[in-house]
């Protein structure tokens, strides 16, 4: 637990509480800020580890075969806005959106019986401060389960691809996922009618190009993975009312789960234009 935050002449340190034995000790802020657990020794980590492998055997997986629309729209939702994080031999599923969608992160939440932290950070570029929310998977099953689908520790991994599941289920998986990294936007136009553009913008082809494969199938559409202006990121992006409202229909078929904010953006445009 960390107890206080100061700055040194060495940079930011604080003082924290060994999770094991409460003793207090002191250490360079940088180093420990995204630890979950922290312990003064080695062997206070190992008893600490002895620990959560006996609590393992008490958890219980919350996913467990992929074929429903609630594990597989999360399951795309985490893969878009989540990353599993390995440290010192734990694992756990961290999932942060910004603060303006929390009530739909809250969803996840409740389902995964976590809470929700609130957390800033500073944009140099924009010198602007901003706020997100976030939550932490820490039950190991499901890290491990979700590992297995192929989710990766580290975001710049490129060889990420939609994971085995009910074939049924790819629909909500790829909402999960639009929801989490997708944007859908009306396009202003002085001599035709306004028009609704699609896009998903991440930086791992293969899975893009995967969701775009399905999608080209589902919606009898045209859809190509381009790299996109910014370093490192690749885009799905399609543009056009008739295009754009076969994807509406095929994703949103049979949903009950999905960000608001943008199932909105499609109904209320169709609904002005059909």
Known sequence: ????????????????????????FDKIYAIIKDNINHCCSSKCH???????????????SIFKKFDTEQECYWLGYIYGDGCLIIDRGYKYISVICKSSDKK????????CSVSLNERSSFDKRTKK????????????????????????????????????IDKSCIHHFIRGYF???????IFKRKSHNDQLRFSICNGHPD??????????????????????SS???????????SVCYQLYNYLYQDASIYLKRKQQIFEKFYEKYT
């Open 207 to 228: 899975i893009l190009e995967n969701i775009a494969q399905y999608l080209r199938f589902k919606c009898n559409s045209i859809l190509t993975v381009n790299k996109h």
């Open 46 to 60: 190992f008893i600490l580890l002895g620990k959560k492998r006996k609590e393992l055997n008490n958890q219980k």
């Open 179 to 185: 929801d989490a990294d997708g944007s859908v936007g």
């Open 129 to 164: 401060k901003y706020f997100a929310i976030q939550m932490r998977i820490t039950n190991e099953l499901d890290c491990n389960l979700l590992q297995s689908k192929g989710l990766k520790s580290r975001k710049s991994v490129l060889s990420m691809k939609i994971p085995n």
């Open 1 to 24: 637990m960390i107890l206080k935050k100061y700055k040194s002449g060495r940079g930011h340190r604080c003082i924290l509480r060994c999770d094991v034995c409460s003793y207090q």
């Open 231 to 241: 370093a490192n990121c690749w885009i799905i992006a399609t543009a056009g009312n």
């Open 104 to 111: 739909h992160l809250q969803k996840l939440a409740n389902w």
